[in-house]
Nanobody, 117 residues
Framework: QVRLVESGGGLVQAGGSLTLSCAASATKLTIDRMGWHRQAPGRQREFLGAITRRGSTNYADFVRGRFTISRAGAENSIYLQMNNLLPAVIACYYC???????????WGQGTQVTVSY
């Protein structure tokens, strides 16, 4: 099984930056990819970006150039660097860890981010 823990959420002003962290612990399996998603109240969860074991990244169009996913020092740990945050955004940010075969996805509990005016 996989356990994920996110951290780093909080209150930030519009235009500011915030970095989230995620650490995954996996028992008897290999994590192929890790990603970030967010869900605002009343809205569906949306994909932000992901990074594979080989370091390849991809991002949603609306965050490309503002958000960066990178590896942390520990295995199965990543960051989400968010710059130029848009105002009045309140969302829970979730970290995910996945496998390609079989296609499985595991989720953390999320960390809340509020962007004020």
């Amino acid at each position: 099984q996989v356990r994920l823990v996110e951290s780093g959420g909080g209150l930030v002003q519009a235009g500011g930056s915030l970095t989230l962290s995620c650490a995954a612990s996996a028992t008897k399996l290999t994590i192929d990819r890790m990603g970030w998603h967010r869900q605002a109240p009343g809205r569906q969860r949306e994909f932000l970006g992901a990074i594979t074991r080989r370091g390849s990244t991809n991002y949603a169009d609306f965050v490309r150039g503002r958000f960066t996913i990178s590896r942390a020092g520990a295995e199965n740990s990543i960051y989400l660097q968010m710059n130029n945050l848009l105002p009045a955004v309140i969302a829970c940010y979730y970290c995910s860890a996945g496998r390609f075969l079989p296609d499985e996805e595991y989720w953390g509990q999320g960390t809340q981010v509020t962007v004020s005016y």
